[in-house]
């Protein structure tokens, strides 16, 4: 007899009756050839004893089992397995047998071998991450009271239901008139998307705009989830140089003269990671390349909302008269990444086709907290949310870049950032940021090793390093911990 | 002059201040072309009484103009827009004009121009949908009391930061507890992927399997967005009829003979539309097919936790000792539509896979929100709600089958489904679904018109009828008006 003691193991604290239970774990047994066609099965006096439960029980289970086609009653002999069952031969423990498990039992092709995940920031060591925003800030109290009261109101339930997979048109209405209000951009409505933050507007556009073998100019340096973005739309990245004043669109312009582009991607507010703004010429350049050669420009516009001493150019697509722009914003970035809301506008039937594509992706947000968002924008809540984190910020900026200052002379290379939340922050060559990053770790401070930035193209010895995140204690904790490890 | 009244106009009610958004009216008549450079921008003086500000406010607007470099100051001549800026020719109005701006600036391939959006039911309409819970019984105030107090902690705090693409690993613990005791399904949690419900389930399992050409076997009627989604991967549709039984395996075998099929779609369960289950014959010779001819077999179980009467067979995921099987569940359909939360296991190289690529789509989920579920699982709040609409959705289901037998006789024929939350309901051809959608409208009843269920080779004059979402009282008056359109 098969040790049925341990292959069949009940758990009364589960809400699965427990007939159901061992039913379950008989089709189990039968289906991976453990019990063959024919086998017969334990009484239920012994099986009962054998695994503590009632005999009733047991009955119960066979029952089920007959009645699901899995064991046949055969008079004063006892229960067995159907006769009929078109059973495989008994495999060899298959489930405990972890190698067993990677071996491909279909055939695919796996784009993402050697695709490296982002790094998981969900812990609680002390932590110089490369520019988020500090959570602790965000007033998720005012949104879960806003997301209940609506979730109590007849008409709020009815944002729980299948909706558009454009997003809340509350929401978009919103951020419509934030977009006009803080940087003259007009946008209908209707021309506008929302997104999982900014990522999916990057993903959706990517996936419209590139076919296979279709060519997109990135910068030299690039933010590398972009650049695998467009890479799995099959497009090959043509690097533009980045200088201090942003991509060099004279470089792009000579590229242009004798090979097509599809698009652009660019990162013209704080481009990441080195944070340079791209000046006013070039953008207005780059706009009449795109006229003229008739390709798309994606702006992602992450950073737009934290600026410390001077109002930020306009975005290009307020000043895009020929709608060439795709122009990505996020909310996520300003509030808790994890809350994932963002934005894509641009020419009306791209909009309209990127919403389709996202409804194959996963049909729709989370209306109800799209609806929550929207009435923080309309009684203030995010503007005094924004002008709060942004004092908050340049307070932590300068401290930031004081210390930098001080205490890293001579190793740590950087200009105070007018906006954003992170510090562009070139090691002396002498460093090794890898094992600068191991020793940190070990001291209890976690910082990345500058692998992110890095790519086939570019190899600068340096680091975005985030100063929002940490209040005043954490921030001199931090650099004291790097500090004696580098000096 | 330029009509600058109605070019430059200001709003006091919004947080930025009234020189920015003059200085960005400015911009944008500069570089649509509506001022050319070396024009010379009014005076001061003569704008402020113009549009109803402050002197001294046209004057800031002014300097920021100059400080960002549009335009310069002359001494004792005015202000002019900049000589030397790169601007194009003047663009006549193009925003006004809706036509121009659909009229692509960039080239692109529009691969959806005849996608239909899916439905909004986001209104406050009476409504037969085609099977989706009853929102209102959903326990949002539970869900958001924990998302608040996990909110409020030092450690919940970390789940607004950015996390794992792969979702809350307490979500998955719960979700791996919850498959094993009520289907005995044992999923490692490493193998398993947290989703935007089944929807990106269904996405990613394409985007992986599929490449341009390659064959994917559905059933003859299918759920439609899985169809665009494999047929968006570049795959072919490969039809099986699906009778009483389910999906036609022998038929399957006969194709497989002579062609490569990657991957098999399925839902055993309550085939969607028609919601046949399959039956465990041909359960166990398609796992035993796709192990021999090495296919991955996407198992869409959205409607397991819906049965009324009889213990649910086990998925093939759960009997799938070769690990074909790539297997999809959700707890929107289970709890709220728009709260997108699913999950996907399968072999762990293609689960793997799977994160990667949702890094690139949308980077990761609410990690405070499953988390919030995952305490919602622990602390039975979830197995409450299974409990209790269980109850509910069946005495629905029993009134809603008794009124269209007694109402609709000769009409409408239906099998009383054993689970799931719609009837499979097949009208008389006589009936025009499209008219009776229309007239219900106008009596305030929405009610499909069958489109959605068609394809190519499948047109039954049929709809699926949700019951799950209505009161006895909205039910009965929604069955009122349908009848008094069809009789």
Same mark, same amino acid.
């Given at each position: 007899?098969?040790?049925?003691?341990?292959?069949?193991?009940?758990?009364?604290?589960? @809400?699965?009756?427990?007939?159901?239970?061992?039913?379950?774990?008989?089709?189990?047994? !039968?289906?991976?050839?453990?019990?063959?066609?024919? $086998?017969?099965?334990?009484?239920?006096?012994?099986?009962?004893?054998?695994?503590?439960?009632?005999?009733?029980?047991?009955?119960?289970?066979?029952?089920?089992?007959?009645?699901?086609?899995?064991?046949?009653?055969?008079?004063?002999?006892?229960?067995?397995?159907?006769?009929?069952?078109?059973?495989?031969?008994?495999?060899?423990?298959?489930?405990?047998?972890?190698?067993?498990?990677?071996?491909?039992?279909? !055939?695919?092709?796996?784009?993402?071998?050697?695709?490296?995940?982002?790094?998981?920031?969900?812990?609680?060591?002390?932590?110089?991450?490369?520019?988020? @925003?500090?959570?602790?800030?965000?007033?998720?109290?005012?949104?879960?009271?806003?997301? +209940?009261?609506?979730?109590?109101?007849?008409?709020?339930?009815?944002?729980?239901? %299948?909706?558009?997979?454009?997003?809340?048109?509350?929401?978009?209405?919103?951020?419509?008139?934030?977009?006009?209000?803080?940087?003259?951009?007009?946008?209908?409505?209707?021309?506008?998307? !929302?997104?999982?933050?900014?990522?999916?507007?990057? %993903?959706?556009?990517?996936?419209?705009?590139?076919? @296979?073998?279709?060519?997109?100019?990135?910068?030299?340096?690039?933010?590398?989830?972009? $650049?695998?973005?467009?890479?799995?739309?099959?497009?090959?990245?043509? +690097?533009?140089?980045? $200088?201090?004043?942003?991509?060099?669109?004279?470089?792009?312009?000579?590229?242009?003269?004798?090979?097509?582009?599809?698009?652009?991607?660019?990162?013209?507010?704080?481009?990441?990671?080195?944070?340079?703004?791209?000046?006013?010429?070039?953008?207005?350049?780059?706009?009449?390349?795109?006229?003229?050669?008739?390709?798309?420009?994606?702006?992602?516009?992450?950073? /737009? $909302?934290?600026?410390?001493?001077?109002?930020?150019?306009?975005?290009?697509?307020?000043?895009?008269?020929?709608?060439?722009?795709?122009?990505?914003?996020?909310?996520?970035?300003? /509030?808790?990444?994890?809350?994932?809301?963002?934005?894509?506008?641009?020419?009306?039937?791209?909009?309209?086709?990127?919403?389709?594509?996202?409804?194959?992706?996963?049909?729709?947000?989370?209306?109800?907290?799209?609806?929550?968002?929207?009435?923080?924008?309309?009684?203030?809540?995010?503007?005094?949310?924004?002008?709060?984190?942004?004092?908050?910020?340049?307070?932590?900026?300068?401290?930031?870049?004081?210390?930098?200052?001080?205490?890293?002379?001579?190793?740590?290379?950087?200009?105070?950032?007018?906006?954003?939340?992170?510090?562009?922050?070139?090691?002396?060559?002498?460093?090794?940021?890898?094992?600068?990053?191991?020793?940190?770790?070990?001291?209890?401070?976690?910082?990345?090793?500058?692998? /992110? %930035?890095?790519?086939?193209?570019?190899?600068?010895?340096?680091?975005?390093?985030?100063?929002?995140?940490?209040?005043?204690?954490?921030?001199?904790?931090?650099?004291?911990?790097?500090?004696?490890?580098?000096?």
């Amino acid at each position: 007899m098969l040790p049925y003691k341990s292959l069949i193991q009940v758990d009364r604290n589960t @809400p699965v009756t427990l007939h159901i239970q061992v039913c379950n774990s008989f089709i189990v047994l !039968i289906t991976n050839g453990t019990l063959q066609p024919s $086998d017969v099965l334990p009484s239920s006096r012994m099986l009962a004893e054998l695994i503590g439960i009632n005999r009733n029980t047991v009955k119960l289970a066979y029952e089920e089992l007959i009645s699901q086609g899995w064991a046949e009653s055969v008079e004063r002999k006892g229960v067995f397995v159907l006769s009929g069952l078109p059973i495989q031969p008994k495999i060899k423990l298959p489930e405990t047998n972890k190698n067993s498990r990677s071996q491909e039992a279909f !055939i695919w092709t796996n784009q993402f071998e050697n695709s490296v995940p982002g790094d998981n920031f969900q812990h609680t060591v002390l932590t110089i991450d490369d520019g988020f @925003p500090d959570v602790r800030l965000a007033p998720i109290d005012p949104l879960m009271r806003e997301y +209940r009261s609506l979730s109590r109101k007849f008409f709020g339930k009815n944002f729980l239901k %299948y909706g558009s997979s454009r997003g809340s048109e509350h929401l978009r209405h919103s951020i419509s008139n934030y977009l006009s209000n803080t940087r003259g951009l007009v946008v209908p409505v209707e021309d506008m998307l !929302i997104t999982k933050g900014s990522q999916m507007g990057i %993903y959706l556009a990517a996936q419209l705009l590139l076919q @296979p073998a279709d060519y997109i100019a990135v910068g030299t340096s690039n933010y590398c989830f972009a $650049d695998d973005t467009f890479r799995y739309s099959g497009a090959n990245l043509l +690097r533009i140089p980045v $200088d201090g004043n942003g991509m060099d669109v004279n470089y792009l312009e000579d590229i242009l003269k004798h090979k097509k582009i599809r698009a652009v991607y660019t990162i013209p507010h704080h481009h990441f990671p080195t944070t340079v703004t791209m000046s006013m010429e070039r953008r207005l350049k780059l706009l009449n390349l795109a006229k003229e050669y008739r390709f798309a420009v994606i702006e992602d516009d992450y950073d /737009f $909302d934290f600026h410390y001493d001077n109002k930020p150019y306009l975005p290009l697509a307020s000043i895009d008269h020929n709608h060439n722009v795709i122009y990505i914003g996020s909310i996520s970035k300003t /509030f808790a990444p994890a809350l994932r809301v963002g934005f894509m506008t641009g020419p009306p039937a791209f909009i309209e086709a990127a919403s389709s594509l996202r409804q194959l992706i996963d049909k729709q947000g989370d209306t109800l907290l799209e609806e929550a968002f929207a009435v923080m924008y309309d009684n203030g809540e995010m503007e005094r949310h924004f002008r709060k984190s942004l004092k908050i910020y340049k307070q932590r900026r300068n401290l930031f870049c004081q210390l930098l200052k001080s205490d890293f002379e001579g190793i740590i290379e950087f200009k105070v950032p007018e906006g954003g939340l992170g510090v562009w922050s070139n090691f002396d060559q002498s460093i090794d940021l890898i094992k600068m990053s191991e020793n940190a770790l070990k001291k209890g401070l976690y910082i990345g090793n500058g692998n /992110f %930035y890095k790519n086939e193209s570019f190899s600068t010895n340096a680091l975005r390093m985030g100063f929002a995140s940490m209040e005043e204690n954490e921030m001199t904790a931090a650099l004291g911990i790097l500090k004696t490890i580098l000096r």
